[in-house]
């Protein structure tokens, strides 16, 4: 969808959405805020009604009663005709799920109760939530004009893809609700909606149930209004899986577990026990990438990033400049990647086996008619974007581009990997030796040379304006991944927290961690949005 088929609307008496009540919603007020507020915002794309939520069994559990938003690629499963696994797309306008999605049966066994479906840019290709049939979703914080001679206030991008949940959780229609964070589909819309985003390491949450992009890439993500609840919803649905079998198993978390244990600075903030009141965060060294300070980086943000800085080290925290030189490489090779991961995925949507199915006309030889069903099928159920990434996808696995663009970008994101390893104190538990020889380092009272967190921004700025009459230019919207991409390559846990404003606008701050040191990460992130 073209911007210039979004309608320009201006928002009357918007400025309650973007209060904070002190009280979490329930299901019932969630119901009530849904009936109000969606119509405008464009949040969840279906929704359960008032009987069949009453006739839902709800599981005496952690998040008993907890209203909770499911991204419209994640499968459920209802009695409700209305509930489709529909990505946003044509393709899967009409699709219902024989099974739902592992980290689904978690909530509900943890006593969630699943309001609806909510908007996304159609198969998670997109950073603002307006490639979607069911048209954008709209961001409950709203922008004053930039006209001079104006004061009128105008809708703003929730972000994507992810935006129909990030949306939901920051207008209170839940209290939480699930994303997908291919290359920052949650903690992008998380930072411009003011809410906490958080993408856990790959393989943290089974992806059974997820329909993919880039499977390499692809992790469930969490929202919330607060770090403690990301971390209720987060303890309820990380949990082994085989029927994924990219998910961690029981092994490997105890040997996390093992490890990031051992460290004694770390122990006593991920056990509560014996921190002092003043300096909470005391022995944690936090590193500053010097590679992110980019030229698109805008004033706004680069002073909540050294604001955040300072709030740490308040806290205790050590603050040290690292370096990870090949950062500005993660940008052109996570697309290269992405996008050939998407020709692979998204080559079942032929209306063959299931979705959308378009029957040509009946011209041309007889043998040829396969292909052009194929091909009918595909041009009119997916969107111009997702067809220009299966393009450029299957042209970057053709046979001189394979050598020239995608082995190269392998290259590069393993080496993007080993960067990151450099830096955190905690080594890689998937490097056995380098394990095993640090935590006997750790028994003898040493402490490494390495950091326990990385701080950068989320965004280069604040959510855009959704205006009328302006064409997207898509190379400029890609940009707005380069903070969120490199964690994603490198499968390591990443969290958007919310610590401003500028103009009305939220403002966020990106804390990541080594792969699998998600529980420290939640901790720290709790003091960095306090």
Same mark, same amino acid.
């Given at each position: 969808? +073209?911007?210039?088929?979004?309608p320009?609307?201006l928002? /009357? /008496?918007?400025?309650?959405l973007?209060t904070?009540?002190?009280s ?11 009936s ?5 915002l464009?949040?969840f794309v279906?929704s ?5 939520l009453?006739e ?5 559990g952690?998040?008993k009663?907890w209203?909770?938003g ?7 499963? +209802?009695n ?8 946003g797309s /044509?393709a899967?306008?009409?699709?219902k799920s024989?099974?739902q999605a592992?980290?689904?049966d978690a909530?509900e066994?943890a006593?969630?109760?699943?309001m609806g479906?909510?908007?996304?840019? *159609?198969?998670?290709m997109?950073?603002k939530n307006?490639y979607?049939i ?5 961001n409950?914080?709203?922008s004053e #004009?930039?006209?001079?001679d104006?004061c009128q206030?105008?809708d703003?991008?929730?972000g ?5 949940s990030?949306a939901?959780?920051a ?5 939480a ?7 920052g589909?949650?903690?992008l ?6 809410i ?9 949450i089974?992806r059974?149930? $997820?329909?993919p992009y880039?499977s ?5 993500g969490?929202?919330?209004?607060s770090v403690?609840?990301?971390?209720q919803?987060?303890?309820?649905v990380?949990r082994p899986?085989?029927r994924?079998m990219t998910?961690?198993?029981? #092994?490997?978390r ?6 990031s244990?051992?460290r ?6 991920l056990s509560?026990n ?5 300096k909470p965060?005391?022995?944690i060294?936090?590193g500053?990438?010097?590679?992110c300070?980019?030229e698109?980086?805008?004033?706004s943000a680069l002073?909540?990033w ?6 740490l +080290?308040?806290l205790?925290?050590e603050?040290?400049a ?16 992405a996008?050939?991961e998407?020709s692979?995925?998204l080559?079942r949507?032929?209306?063959v086996r ?9 011209r041309?030889?007889k ?7 194929y091909a009918?099928t ?6 111009? *974007?997702?067809q ?6 299957t ?8 050598r020239h663009f995608?082995?190269?970008s392998?290259? @590069? ?11 955190f104190a ?7 030796e380098?394990f095993e020889?640090t935590?006997?380092d750790?028994? #003898?009272?040493g402490r490494?040379a390495?950091v ?7 965004a ?5 304006p959704?205006?009328?009459?302006r064409?997207?230019n898509?190379a400029?919207?890609y ?5 969120t991409?490199?964690?994603? $390559?490198a499968?390591?846990?990443? @969290?958007s927290v919310?610590?401003?404003h500028?103009?009305r606008?939220? @403002?966020?701050l ?9 529980e420290l990460?939640?901790q720290?992130?709790r003091?960095?949005?306090a």
């Amino acid at each position: 969808m +073209s911007l210039s088929r979004i309608p320009r609307r201006l928002v /009357h /008496h918007r400025c309650c959405l973007t209060t904070h009540s002190n009280s979490p919603p329930t299901v019932d007020s969630a119901l009530e805020t849904i009936s109000q507020r969606n119509p405008s915002l464009n949040a969840f794309v279906t929704s359960r009604v008032p009987a069949e939520l009453a006739e839902t069994a709800v599981a005496d559990g952690p998040l008993k009663g907890w209203p909770v938003g499911i991204k419209a690629n994640i499968a459920t499963v +209802s009695n409700s005709d209305t509930d489709v696994t529909s990505c946003g797309s /044509h393709a899967l306008q009409s699709y219902k799920s024989p099974f739902q999605a592992t980290v689904v049966d978690a909530l509900e066994r943890a006593g969630a109760v699943v309001m609806g479906k909510t908007n996304m840019d *159609e198969f998670g290709m997109g950073s603002k939530n307006t490639y979607s049939i069911y048209g954008p979703a709209r961001n409950p914080h709203t922008s004053e #004009s930039q006209d001079k001679d104006s004061c009128q206030i105008y809708d703003c991008s929730p972000g994507g893809s992810s935006g129909g949940s990030a949306a939901a959780v920051a207008s209170n229609m839940c209290r939480a609700a699930l994303g997908s964070d291919t290359g920052g589909s949650v903690r992008l819309p998380a930072a411009w909606c003011g809410i906490v985003g958080f993408k856990p390491s790959y393989g943290r949450i089974s992806r059974y149930g $997820l329909v993919p992009y880039g499977s390499s890439l692809d992790t469930v993500g969490i929202m919330a209004r607060s770090v403690q609840d990301v971390q209720q919803v987060f303890q309820a649905v990380s949990r082994p899986d085989t029927r994924d079998m990219t998910c961690m198993t029981e #092994s490997l978390r105890s040997r996390i577990n093992t490890g990031s244990q051992s460290r004694p600075w770390a122990a006593r903030l991920l056990s509560q026990n014996n921190i002092e009141a003043e300096k909470p965060l005391a022995g944690i060294r936090i590193g500053i990438p010097r590679e992110c300070w980019v030229e698109e980086l805008s004033a706004s943000a680069l002073d909540a990033w050294k604001q955040g800085a300072e709030r740490l +080290s308040a806290l205790g925290c050590e603050i040290v400049a690292v370096s990870l030189p090949h950062l500005p490489n993660a940008l052109p090779a996570y697309y290269t990647l992405a996008l050939a991961e998407a020709s692979s995925n998204l080559a079942r949507y032929d209306g063959v086996r299931y979705g959308l199915r378009k029957e040509p006309g009946n011209r041309g030889p007889k043998e040829l008619g396969a292909s052009r069903k194929y091909a009918e099928t595909r041009s009119q159920g997916l969107g111009a *974007e997702v067809q220009r990434r299966i393009l450029l996808g299957t042209y970057v696995m053709s046979d001189a581009a394979c050598r020239h663009f995608y082995l190269p970008s392998q290259r @590069i994101r393993r080496v993007i990997q080993t960067e990151f390893d450099s830096v955190f104190a905690l080594p890689n538990a998937l490097s056995s030796e380098a394990f095993e020889k640090t935590l006997l380092d750790w028994a #003898s009272g040493g402490r490494s040379a390495g950091v326990d967190a990385l701080l950068f921004p989320t965004a280069t700025d604040t959510a855009p304006p959704l205006l009328e009459g302006r064409e997207e230019n898509t190379a400029a919207s890609y940009v707005n991944d380069v903070m969120t991409v490199p964690a994603n $390559l490198a499968g390591i846990p990443a @969290i958007s927290v919310p610590v401003g404003h500028k103009d009305r606008m939220p @403002i966020g701050l990106q804390l990541a961690a080594q792969y699998g040191d998600d529980e420290l990460l939640l901790q720290i992130a709790r003091y960095l949005g306090a």
